[in-house]
């Protein structure tokens, strides 16, 4: 490389671990975070020098940050990362404020067509690309208008905000993720509840579809700054997060090779046609038993799980850093199978319901096809703090999953 690549990134949970360890496992990089607090995932990290700013998330002070940053760091080539929705959508919204950066992520112009779920899912229609039965609500409803008769699909279902980014804005007790009705009152109440808070978007009803962590699919793409696809790797989830706030993420993967999976042409073709460019993340599930998969949503990011796809050989800081802008045309596609985990492998074998999955995941250990997002070597030597701090939170997650999942192990 011609010029010093510096990463900058705006946050501090994990997602920014996982960016900041590809940065240094590419390039022997430290990278520069900006975030409103310390967060356990990077505290007492060597790969990132942090600074706390309370209002960060703020257009203004955020603009203004990182101008000044880019003063200080002239010459070199500065590589934004957003390791959440927010700042994700913040950082692209204010591309040409910041033309010092290179930002992987779409148009501003963009977002507003897929970033909400029930803008996708019409997107979803027009591409051919199967998602599960939709009812879009835009307020409070009562019992008797939550029924089968009225969306067509019978009960439990999945009720969760149309925009991720407006539903966390407004935090109220009992907040998830995602939410399971059972009956028409239960549905009343979640509504309530969403819509009390101050969120005022639209909310998805959606069909349960049958299947547990195991049946999930994880789906990364990279699209260079003239929207051509030039990245692709696919997940299969062991296990994913309970937490309330948690529920969905990824906490188990194994990769699978992309040319056996069936929507990866139709998802490429959808983001090659609409113009998107650099990250986007696909949640897709299989109803069980089936070849039926249905895809949930995109994230305009690189996913919280992003390590999956470093470790299985496409490092996304080298995207970001030489593909993005190098005008090329190559594909790169992840076609082995490789075990990630930011669990203990011990939670992964013990969770994860399908024990063929399981016992890959042994198999590729075994072979040396394995790592885990904190359990960092480089980032250990002289650091006795950060081995305690990462060694507290796999703990933790040991307690986590005695505590949140749904059945008893």
């Given at each position: 490389m011609d010029k010093k690549i510096t990463p900058v990134l705006l946050g501090a949970d994990l997602n920014c671990y996982n960016v900041a360890r590809a940065f240094h496992e590419q390039y022997g990089v430290t990278s520069y975070a900006f975030g409103r607090y310390v967060v356990s995932a990077t505290k007492y990290s060597k790969l990132v020098n942090f600074t706390a700013i309370g209002d960060i998330d703020n257009e203004e002070t955020m603009v203004k940050t990182l101008h000044e940053?880019?003063?200080e760091h002239k010459g070199e080539k500065l590589v934004l990362f957003g390791c959440t929705d927010d700042y994700a959508t913040l950082a692209a919204r204010c591309r040409e404020k910041l033309p010092e950066y290179v930002i992987p992520y779409p148009a501003a112009e963009l977002q507003p067509m897929i970033s909400r779920k029930a803008e996708f899912y019409e997107l979803c229609d027009k591409y051919g690309i199967p998602y599960p039965a939709t009812y879009v609500v835009t307020g409070k409803m009562t019992a008797p208008e939550l029924t089968k008769d009225v969306f067509g699909f019978d009960y439990p279902i999945i009720i969760k905000p149309s925009s991720s980014v407006a539903y966390w804005k407004h935090e109220f007790e009992g907040m998830k993720k995602v939410y399971v009705a059972k009956n028409p009152e239960e549905a009343e109440k979640i509504l309530s509840d969403?819509?009390?808070?101050?969120?005022?978007?639209?909310?998805?009803?959606?069909?349960?579809?049958?299947?547990?962590?195991?049946?999930m699919r994880v789906f990364t793409a990279f699209s260079d700054a003239k929207g051509k696809v030039r990245a692709m790797c696919l997940g299969h989830t062991m296990l994913e997060e309970h937490t309330p706030k948690g529920l969905g993420n990824h906490a188990a993967i194994v990769t699978e090779p992309v040319s056996e999976f069936p929507l990866a042409e139709k998802l490429k073709a959808m983001l090659e046609d609409i113009g998107y460019t650099g990250f986007?993340?696909?949640?897709i599930k299989r109803r069980h038993g089936t070849d039926d998969f249905r895809v949930f949503e995109i994230n305009l990011r690189q996913g919280r799980s992003n390590f999956y796809v470093t470790s299985s050989g496409i490092n996304i800081a080298r995207l970001a850093a030489e593909v993005f802008e190098d005008g090329g045309d190559s594909l790169e596609t992840c076609e082995k199978r490789y075990f990630w985990h930011h669990v203990p492998k011990s939670v992964a074998y013990k969770y994860t319901e399908d024990p063929e999955l399981v016992e890959t995941a042994k198999k590729l250990k075994k072979a040396g096809e394995e790592s885990s997002s904190v359990w960092y070597k480089p980032d250990f030597k002289g650091n006795l703090m950060r081995f305690i701090c990462a060694a507290e939170m796999l703990r933790r997650q040991k307690k986590k999953y005695k505590v949140y999942y749904p059945k008893s192990k």
């Open positions: 940053f880019a003063e969403i819509y009390s808070s101050g969120y005022d978007d639209r909310v998805v009803l959606q069909e349960f579809i049958e299947g547990g962590d195991s049946d986007s993340n696909f949640d």
